[in-house]
């Protein structure tokens, strides 16, 4: 089997050091790939976007799957380019439809499926600048705090949460009429502000059934106790405490199987990674998002725990065979600590030089931002390094990733200390 992955980050590092451990691999191109995705296949300079160089790299390197790492590719259609292109039709691409995508790449897309398919989620309305009056409306009629989101891929950063009613209609105005972030927010959905306890759960699909990877929760914030800035994402733990008995049912009864059960009623092919953002409120689970891919940080726990050969899984998603396929995982935890560029997620300096990672013999080092540089390995991204350790329970998992970070090092390293508190 030869499989090209798309992707640069921890993600696709984890994903990469995974699939290369397949008995039916042969070759495994990365593209555009890091300096740590190098040590399990070919790293090929193509851009993610470019559809037509990466048909022509497969065409020519006889692929036998395509996997998309990072969502931009799946919203602007990749997996609709291969099956309208004769030549790489017959090519699996693990990834959903363009339409399967917008579950991702629209929130008011999404809102409207869950709601049309009784999935719980928060109370919502969408608005543009055509009706930006009846969005100050609604503001009114909700309760502090008040929650926007850009309808579109917004890298990350198109949520926002406003305690002041007259902050939040300036903000409203602000990304409807002043583009503050572009056309990522040509539409806003304005919704209820759930409280609870967050964690993402994962399926891989082929449309018909779908296998259930382990779950995860991921820490967002730039500061210890959950303060400070939204980033990519400062580290992850697996599997989560709370996320078992009827509570799990309901998580698989009320939202995975109805969301699949829905795909399929709405004639929306999907075939591949489905990310659920969820959020426990009491005992109940709420969708707070869809995503098209599996998460970063929280690929670097959820791999490390898959027993189960990934290319096995792959090639059930491309024959639709899912279901005569088995699932396995390590009976263990797995913890996540990642380091970053000092000043991230503002600006921050890039090509440091980053010491000590050949002393980690114990723990998982994925790569996410990093170049090469001959021998010597420099930062390139404002999440650099995922530091994953397993261990018989969360706390030791955990103490295994902070006594191994602690060896590495760069000009101007920062990490948080407080990863998996909250729920040990």
Request: proline letters at 4%; a neutral charge.
């Amino acid at each position: 089997m030869n499989v090209l992955l798309l992707g640069s980050g921890g993600r696709e590092h984890a994903l990469a050091w995974k699939i290369a451990q397949s008995s039916i691999l042969d070759n495994l191109y990365i593209a555009p790939g890091n300096a740590g995705t190098k040590q399990h296949g070919k790293n090929v300079d193509l851009s993610v976007n470019d559809f037509e160089a990466i048909k022509v790299f497969v065409l020519n390197n006889k692929i036998d799957f395509v996997v998309v790492g990072p969502e931009e590719p799946l919203v602007n259609g990749i997996s609709d380019y291969f099956l309208s292109d004769e030549s790489v039709s017959m090519v699996p691409v693990i990834g959903p439809s363009k339409e399967g995508a917008k579950l991702e790449g629209s929130k008011a897309f999404a809102k409207e499926f869950m709601a049309r398919h009784n999935i719980p989620t928060a109370k919502y309305a969408a608005f543009d600048s055509n009706n930006l009056n009846s969005g100050f409306t609604f503001l009114e009629k909700m309760s502090s705090p008040y929650v926007l989101k850009a309808d579109g891929l917004a890298a990350g950063k198109g949520v926002l949460i406003i305690h002041d009613l007259q902050e939040a209609k300036n903000e409203l105005k602000s990304i409807l009429l002043d583009k503050k972030f572009g056309n990522a927010g040509k539409k806003v959905v304005i919704e209820e502000f759930l409280s609870g306890i967050e964690l993402s759960v994962f399926v891989i699909t082929d449309g018909d059934s779908y296998k259930i990877l382990p779950e995860a929760k991921d820490y967002k914030r730039i500061g210890e106790g959950d303060t400070g800035l939204n980033t990519g994402g400062m580290g992850a733990i697996s599997p989560v405490p709370f996320a078992k008995g009827t509570f799990y049912d309901k998580v698989i009864n009320q939202v995975i199987v109805p969301t699949i059960k829905g795909l399929k009623k709405d004639n929306i092919s999907y075939k591949g990674f489905l990310f659920f953002g969820l959020i426990k409120v009491k005992d109940d689970p709420y969708v707070i998002e869809y995503n098209c891919r599996l998460g970063d940080p929280e690929t670097e726990v959820i791999i490390p725990r898959l027993k189960s050969d990934i290319i096995d899984l792959f090639e059930g998603v491309g024959s639709n065979t899912l279901s005569e396929r088995d699932i396995q995982f390590f009976d263990k935890s797995a913890a996540t600590v990642m380091m970053v560029s000092g000043g991230y997620p503002k600006s921050y300096k890039k090509g440091k030089q980053i010491y000590g990672l050949n002393n980690i013999l114990d723990s998982l080092v994925f790569h996410a931002g990093t170049s090469a540089d001959g021998p010597s390995i420099k930062t390139e991204g404002g999440r650099v390094l995922s530091v994953t350790s397993y261990g018989r329970t969360l706390e030791k998992a955990l103490e295994k990733s902070y006594e191994n970070i602690s060896k590495i090092s760069f000009d101007n390293a920062y990490f948080r200390k407080d990863i998996g508190h909250d729920v040990l």
